[in-house]
């Protein structure tokens, strides 16, 4: 199963919608070359030409992107125009991973293996979750499940890390008061007998949540695509801000120009943001006689091992180059004010035949609008967070000049809704590929992948949301409803006699 999908600008808004299964089966059935067949069949089925195919939405894998022979190669000598877009989630967890991994090498502590051990540990053991809970009451702290952690979802970690420092007393108290010999115990009790583990576990505690809103926006069903490049450069410059020099990161006028390498640039490893709690916590073990000084150093080694290997990760991996996200941006009403007419005409001179305003005729109408629009007076809501932009530029598409009758906005306004429709991320396409595997299970494994299963799908991506629940009838139909329950429960209090029945069948 290959599911494709489509996303369009309907009316005000756009939405998402399943198109086919693109199944495909034999021994090469998982090759380029077969998917890239089945998926240009479906769309030459539909009457769906290549030229309005302005962007595509795929992960990363190599059939997909590869450099040789991918779907996406063969898409791109279709249309070339086609904006590729892979997938940014699982960057943001690898450039986490990739700075995790850093950490380790230098300090020894993996968070991943700490969580997991906890994890299962307590997981499905009654006697382990009634001891813990014991002391908890001993320490006067509210019991809590531990949480499981995934390790193909390094994000995640965040939680589960906030979750043991919540029990991180009564946790410690635990595992020094019993003594098992199974190798999983053995390690929790090095780790929580080590106070170190507890100034590692606070480092990201505070530092993991700069990647969330990111990863957040990623994940967004609304389009969102003119936020992305000020998002990403963002994400970047705030893991600089914790360990460069302030003068150093204001010389920079682009990520890529930022010098973080340079040790001249960094702050010294007292000065480093570690978090507000962390450092405090370090300082009262240092003062205690609880850690070493070399111990401190080897920790703040690790902390800014962490944050440069994080930036570097980041800015090879992230689309920060790419001038479409530049230009994106006008679509946005908060930002319209730092554009240029010549964002929209990005887009003219790149989708040439969606977009037929071609000309010095056509631009300075183009230009006309754009000024138009930029110098709109715009009520925003009172949390501008809020503010629908989809909607609004199915708005715009209908507005009326005063004194013409003609559309006000008539080119700038399909410009903005095939910018809306490019994806921001797969996040949809991941979406699909779960609600396929909810549905097509061990027990309902002869649904028909192109009949019922597709149809399934199709219904689920056109309302996903189940609102007949929450259905309510018109108030004649509840008044009829009444009336026929007042006659039906009249009637069959008093039945009739029931006529005799034939002797033949009363035999």
């Known amino acids: 199963m290959n599911p494709i999908t489509v996303r369009i600008f309907d009316t005000t808004k756009v939405v998402h919608r399943f198109l086919d299964m693109c199944t495909t089966s ?5 090759t380029a070359e077969v998917i890239y067949k089945k998926i240009n069949d479906v769309l030459r089925e539909n009457n769906i030409p290549w030229r309005n195919c302005v962007g595509l939405s795929i992960d990363n894998a190599p059939v997909n992107t590869g450099a040789k022979n991918s779907i996406s190669g063969r898409m791109l000598k279709e249309n070339n125009s086609i904006y590729l877009h892979g997938c940014p989630c699982h960057i943001i967890h690898n450039t986490a991973r990739q700075a995790g991994q850093r950490f380790l090498e230098i300090s020894g502590f993996d968070p991943e293996d700490l969580a997991v051990d906890v994890g299962y540990w307590f997981k499905g053991s009654t006697n382990s979750k009634g001891y813990s809970a014991e002391f908890c009451d001993f320490h006067g702290s509210e019991y809590m499940e531990t949480l499981p952690h995934i390790s193909e979802q390094w994000l ?7 979750r043991i ?3 991180y007393g009564p946790l410690t108290s635990y595992f020094k008061s019993f003594d098992e010999k199974q190798p999983r115990f053995r390690r929790l009790v090095d780790a929580f007998s080590n106070p170190l583990t507890e100034i590692y576990l606070l480092f990201f505690q505070a530092t993991l949540p700069v990647f969330s809103p990111l990863n957040l926006l990623f994940q967004r069903e609304k ?3 003119f936020q992305l490049h000020g998002e990403m450069t963002t994400f970047i410059l705030e893991l600089c801000a914790r360990f460069m020099k302030p003068a150093a990161l204001l010389q920079s006028r682009q990520v890529h120009d930022i010098h973080y390498k ?3 640039n960094q702050l010294p490893g007292e000065k480093l943001d570690v978090g507000f709690t962390t450092r405090a916590t370090l300082n009262r073990l240092l003062e205690a006689g609880d850690l070493t000084p070399q111990e401190v150093q080897q920790f703040q080694q690790a902390s800014l091992a962490f944050l440069v290997r994080a930036v570097e990760y980041a800015i090879n991996k992230l689309p920060l180059k790419e001038a479409l996200l530049q230009h994106a941006k006008f679509v946005d009403v908060q930002q319209r004010a730092e554009c240029g007419v010549e964002d929209a005409l990005y887009f003219v001179d790149r989708f040439h035949e969606l977009l037929p305003f071609h000309g010095p005729r056509e631009h300075n109408k183009v230009s006309e609008e754009f000024l138009e629009y930029q110098l709109m007076d715009i009520p925003m809501p009172q949390d501008p ?9 199915g708005r715009m598409s209908s507005t009326k000049n005063k004194v013409t009758g003609l559309s006000q906005f008539a080119r700038l306004s399909k410009i903005a809704e095939l910018v809306l429709v490019l994806p921001h991320s797969s996040a949809d396409a991941e979406r699909v590929f779960s609600m396929v595997g909810l549905n097509e299970t061990k027990t309902r494994d002869s649904l028909a992948l192109d009949g019922t299963l597709s149809s399934i799908i199709a219904v689920k991506m056109a309302g996903p949301e189940p609102h007949c629940f929450k259905w309510e009838p018109p108030t004649p139909i509840l008044k009829a ?3 026929a329950t007042n006659a039906y429960n009249t009637h069959h209090r008093h039945p009739s006699p029931t006529p005799a029945l034939p002797d033949e069948i009363s035999l």
């Open 156 to 162: 995640s970690l965040e939680t589960c890390v906030t």
């Open 165 to 167: 420092l919540q029990q």
């Open 481 to 483: 409803s009444k009336s």
């Open 26 to 30: 034999g021994r090469s059935s998982g």
């Open 223 to 225: 389009s969102s695509i």
């Open 262 to 264: 340079d040790p001249l």
């Open 385 to 393: 967070s809020t503010f629908d932009v989809e909607e609004f530029w």
